[in-house]
């Protein structure tokens, strides 16, 4: 069984069992475990039945995932530069992440 979710504006296939960066959230320090309500298709890995697909969210289908910590995405640069001008600047990023073990698939 598979899940689309959607977080954050972005789109997910998520399986029972994947490892999957999220976007990074503030969470009390004790939370184990992360509900993920925005599910927006749920259907059979092996294709047997047809899948069900939300208008624009399916009503009682819910992801539950376990946090496993907060993760670092890769480096990113960038450069501004001004021809003539002798100005340059070089910038990095590093994009947070909260890194989550989905548990279950409820629909």
């Known amino acids: 069984m598979y899940a689309i979710i959607?977080?954050?504006?972005t789109q997910i296939k998520v399986r029972q069992?994947?490892?999957?960066?999220?976007?990074l959230r503030d969470l009390p320090a004790d939370t184990q475990t992360v509900v993920l309500d925005k599910?927006?298709?749920?259907g059979d890995a092996e294709g047997k039945a047809?899948?069900?697909?939300?208008?624009?969210y399916l009503t009682g289908a819910k992801v539950t995932a376990s946090v496993?910590?907060?993760a670092v995405g890769p480096k990113l640069t960038g450069l501004k530069y001004k021809r003539r001008k002798g100005s340059?600047?070089?910038?990095?990023h590093r994009q947070s992440y909260l890194r989550?073990?989905?548990?279950?698939?409820?629909?």
């Open 6 to 9: 959607e977080d954050s504006g």
């Open 17 to 23: 069992g994947d490892i999957v960066d999220i976007d």
């Open 39 to 42: 599910v927006l298709a749920i």
């Open 50 to 56: 047809a899948a069900k697909i939300g208008l624009p």
């Open 68 to 70: 496993l910590g907060e």
């Open 88 to 92: 340059r600047k070089k910038y990095g």
């Open 100 to 107: 989550v073990k989905i548990e279950s698939i409820a629909a």
